[in-house]
């Protein structure tokens, strides 16, 4: 940003902006003194003048021309000059020298200037009329009150100006500071736009409004950038897990079209590439079930479920596969009762089934799988639990992401995807999963606060 576009930044223009009001506001107050102030020397100078045209329209004419007289012998700079004029504007007495000035009116002060000797000043008069056609003028020379008035408008004047230039460095001082953070900004986001997604926001130590904005973009472009590496490990799983069956099933054909020689032959080979191509097809349905319970499109179908019922489903669905495999499955229950909440029954089964099944599949022979619904104040949960190799600390949050696969089942059937979707569900439905500390083995709980407004529990 150049420094032409000062004026364009939001700062300099909102310090101006004040600026401008700050000045209004002063000038109006410089006014309101400057008038104040030269009203009250006016009026003090006025109140003088009164009181000095009350006392001598009392007197006579020979004792007004020796008061006159007297006074101007004491008032050679002519600060006070009074003056005594006959029926025909004549001078008689007094320190004002030449015949009577135009007056505008008389009894009442007013503003004239005066000629003296050498010099012509500004005076502040009263006439009165006296008998015999004479006129009796007594002024006050205002030269200094005058020039005290403009002393006062030169200063007003320079603290205005001295204000407004003030505040124009303080409004670039500002705007340039804007400058500075807006074109850091700037460069960050475009490195950020070019690729490179570690790039964060500056943020600086004021604790202002653009830091918090920057705050809150800076954890936008985390989610992001955790989106990305998200998607982009996606798309390698998706790489390295499907290149596998798509190898086989390829060889598979080619084998059958090179070797083939009976219909058995060729209907064994087509029963394994759809057996290839099943497996396939499942874990992109899986991607796209989750893709679809993240962006809540699922919403629009919840009902309130018993989800002691769905559980009761998931147990007598696997209680057979556990039995053939030599695993005892137990279930228990904190309380009688349904607990119901508002979700979908069909979501939620899968996401119970698929840690029942897992619990299955990686405890050992003659081994033990128990699932524990839990019920409180506090809220609910399904706890499942069982005696296999378990997961390590340091895999518990990789675990739930998608094609992700623990050392411990690497060498089974899967497609890393079952932990993911319950992720998925249980986040829908308002739960989170929990991996419980345990000796041996693994506990999985799949936890949720009580909320009134969406949680019964019926006995």
């Not at 009329?129 to 020039?147: F, K, S, V, Y």
Request: charged content about 25%.
């Amino acid at each position: 940003m150049r420094l032409t576009d000062l004026h364009r930044t939001t700062s300099f223009r909102l310090a101006t902006l004040f600026l401008a009001m700050f000045g209004v506001v002063s000038l109006l107050l410089f006014a309101y003194l400057y008038f104040e102030i030269t009203g009250f020397e006016i009026e003090r100078v006025d109140d003088w003048l009164q009181r000095e045209y009350a006392a001598q329209v009392r007197v006579g004419t020979d004792e007004l021309v020796a008061r006159f007289n007297h006074q101007s012998q004491f008032d050679p700079r002519h600060q006070r000059p009074f003056a005594l004029f006959d029926a025909q504007g004549k001078h008689i007495a007094g320190g004002l020298p030449g015949d009577r000035p135009e007056l505008p009116y008389f009894d009442r002060p007013f503003s004239t200037r005066l000629e003296l000797p050498e010099q012509n000043v500004p005076a502040r008069c009263i006439a009165a009329r006296i008998r015999d056609g004479r006129t009796a003028l007594l002024c006050q020379n205002t030269r200094e009150l005058d020039h005290f008035d403009e002393e006062l408008l030169h200063a007003l004047v320079s603290a205005g100006v001295l204000m407004l230039f003030t505040g124009l460095i303080g409004a670039a001082i500002v705007g340039g500071g804007a400058m500075r953070r807006l074109d850091a900004v700037t460069q960050s986001i475009e490195e950020i736009v070019a690729g490179n997604l570690s790039r964060r926001l500056p943020v600086h130590a004021k604790q202002d409004d653009i830091d918090r904005l920057v705050r809150v973009v800076n954890g936008m472009l985390d989610e992001i950038e955790r989106l990305m590496q998200e998607v982009k490990g996606v798309c390698d799983a998706i790489a390295h897990d499907l290149r596998t069956p798509l190898t086989r099933l390829m060889a598979g054909l080619d084998r059958a079209q090179r070797r083939a020689a009976s219909e058995e032959e060729y209907r064994a080979a087509t029963e394994s590439a759809v057996v290839e191509l099943a497996g396939i097809l499942g874990t992109f349905n899986a991607l796209l079930r989750i893709s679809e319970i993240e962006s809540n499109a699922r919403h629009g179908n919840f009902v309130t479920v018993d989800l002691a019922a769905v559980v009761d489903d998931v147990i007598e669905f696997y209680e057979p596969t556990a039995e053939e495999k030599g695993v005892t499955l137990e279930y228990r229950r904190a309380a009688s009762g349904s607990i119901e909440l508002q979700g979908d029954r069909n979501l939620l089964f899968e996401a119970i089934a698929n840690v029942v099944e897992n619990a299955i599949k990686f405890a050992p022979e003659g081994g033990h799988v128990s699932v524990d619904v839990l019920r409180d104040g506090a809220g609910f949960g399904i706890t499942i639990a069982d005696d296999g190799p378990g997961i390590s600390p340091d895999e518990r949050q990789a675990v739930l992401r998608r094609f992700y696969r623990g050392e411990a089942s690497r060498h089974t059937p899967g497609n890393g995807l079952g932990l993911s979707l319950t992720h998925a569900v249980a986040g829908m439905h308002g739960m989170s999963i929990r991996f419980n500390d345990v000796p041996t083995g693994c506990s999985v709980t799949l936890l949720r606060n009580a909320r009134p407004a969406i949680i019964r529990t019926v006995d």
